[in-house]
């Protein structure tokens, strides 16, 4: 049994205690040759517009989170892979085989990367929100305490290091 799980909201946890930690935005990877690669911060209309779009599959809540606020509807096709991890779209990212976006917390595993840049999206923040979940009469509260800290700690740290739209 899983004492405590990190989610990305809104979520349904009917029967779990649900403990929002902040919320994190999102950034468009591109690669360097990529004609939006130069400019401070993307919009959604600007990845409408772009059929190189890179999307995790249906069903996948960071796909799901990523049309909602970029209110994407049938006037985008992006590319969808069902069985493809976020680190498999960033690598084709650094083959120059389109663009995506990732959660902040994705940002500091990208700092290596050959050719790509960041740019912040330009939408309404928060983008999403994170929590912690545990199960009810949960008895470690300190030490759920210190990681839900934790994880703010993170996210402030990575903040910090990275430009804000």
Do not use: W
Not at 63 to 90: G, Q
Not at 94 to 118: K, Q
Not at 151 to 156: A, C, E, P
Request: aromatic share 4%.
């Amino acid at each position: 049994m899983l004492d405590a799980a990190l989610i990305a909201l809104p979520y349904d946890t009917p029967g779990l205690n649900t403990f929002e930690i902040g919320s994190e935005r999102f950034y468009v990877v591109l690669h360097c040759n990529h004609p939006l690669s130069k400019q401070a911060k993307i919009t959604a209309k600007q990845l409408r517009g772009d059929n190189t779009l890179l999307l995790l599959g249906d069903g996948h809540c960071l796909k799901d989170h990523i049309v909602e606020i970029c209110k994407f509807r049938n006037e985008i096709s992006p590319h969808s892979f069902r069985e493809a991890s976020l680190n498999t779209l960033v690598q084709m990212v650094v083959n120059d085989m389109g663009l995506t976006l990732v959660p902040e917390m994705a940002l500091p595993s990208l700092r290596p990367l050959p050719d790509i840049h960041t740019v912040p999206l330009d939408v309404p923040a928060p983008h999403r929100r994170l929590a912690l979940v545990t199960r009810p009469n949960y008895p470690r509260t300190v030490e759920l305490e210190a990681l839900m800290g934790l994880f703010r700690d993170v996210l402030n740290n990575i903040r910090a290091s990275v430009p804000v739209a």
